[in-house]
């Protein structure tokens, strides 16, 4: 399991730093979440000095989709390989219309790495827990981006 997580990881770093050209980052990533192994932490976001980090309205849009995913989800008659397969397209749309650069789409990243991680945990069972925690996740967004 923990071979299938450090791979996924990777994998998601290397997604993630090539929505931009960020391919001279890729390596380092990569050798990072590799160094980390089993002390993977998600990397922290920051706000930009004290203010919200301004965000395509492609990303929001696709946050504000996902809460809305889960608000009408039902853990007691929902389908939630839907719920998932719904949760991944909106994850992915972010990624495709992307357009932000610098500091803000490095900090878009940090937001997005446990948000991924969440996604996927939602295939191992969808439970009130869970989507109570997802939901929270979802609101911080705007706690970083506008």
Do not use: R
């Not at 890729?26 to 998600?42: C, G, I, K, L, P």
């Not at 948000?115 to 945990?121: A, F, P, R, S, V």
């Not at 911080?140 to 981006?145: H, L």
Request: with cysteine; aromatic share 12%.
């Amino acid at each position: 399991m923990k071979t299938l997580f450090k791979f996924l990881v990777i994998l998601f770093f290397i997604g993630l730093y090539s929505c931009q050209q960020k391919e001279n980052n890729n390596e380092a990533v990569v050798e990072t979440a590799m160094e980390q192994e089993d002390d993977f932490q998600f990397p922290t976001v920051s706000l930009n000095e004290g203010q919200l980090w301004e965000a395509n309205a492609e990303t929001t849009q696709g946050i504000k989709n996902m809460q809305q995913l889960i608000t009408d989800y039902s853990t007691e008659s929902g389908n939630s390989e839907e719920l998932i397969s719904n949760l991944k397209a909106e994850f992915s749309m972010i990624f495709k219309k992307c357009t932000m650069t610098g500091e803000a789409h490095e900090q878009l990243h940090n937001y997005l790495i446990p948000l991924k991680t969440k996604i996927d945990g939602l295939s191992e069972g969808v439970t009130v827990e869970k989507t109570e925690d997802f939901k929270t996740y979802l609101e911080e967004y705007f706690n970083y981006f506008q």
